[in-house]
């Protein structure tokens, strides 16, 4: 079963259990799932559902901030349990640990030795971390790592 298939059966589980926080982040999140089906003329790989997903949490995380700025703790909690729902589609993140071996991996395959080749790195070590890891991240631990 494809992430799609698992976040409709998911929101039939929900409607059957009255859960109405549930059942209208699911449907919105399928919408979204559906506008790229169709600026894309075809269905969504796991890959490019996961890419929805994580572009709705940013923008769960972003509002979260802009609502406690404004002191508006109801919508606060709102979209926190918002963010809880979709979090569990996406894939568990990587360690701290796990994201430095996969970098000085990476950096050893690529024969990085300077800043100059962080192009290269990232390039190499985005699809392996996509999904796991935030790109800010990655990029700055990157850099570090090429004495940036």
């Known amino acids: 079963m494809g992430l799609k298939e698992k976040i409709m059966a998911d929101m039939k589980e929900a409607m059957k259990a009255k859960d109405a926080a549930k059942v209208s982040t699911l449907r ?15 269905e969504l790989t796991d890959d490019e559902v996961i890419a929805v ?35 569990a589609y996406l894939p568990q993140p990587l360690t701290e640990e796990e994201l430095d071996a ?21 390039k190499a070590i985005m699809p392996k971390v996509r999904g796991r890891a935030d790109g800010k991240l990655v ?10």
């Open 102 to 122: 996969l970098i000085d991996e990476t950096i050893k395959e690529v024969g990085a030795t300077s800043i100059k080749d962080m192009g290269k790195v990232m």
């Open 28 to 42: 919105l999140l399928l919408s979204e799932i559906k506008n790229r089906e169709i600026d894309k003329r075809g």
């Open 53 to 87: 997903i994580q572009k709705a949490v940013k923008q769960r995380k972003e509002s979260i901030e802009q609502y406690e700025k404004a002191g508006r703790s109801e919508l606060v909690e709102k979209e926190k349990k918002e963010l809880e729902i979709l979090e």
């Open 139 to 148: 990029n700055q631990k990157v850099r570090e790592k090429l004495g940036g």
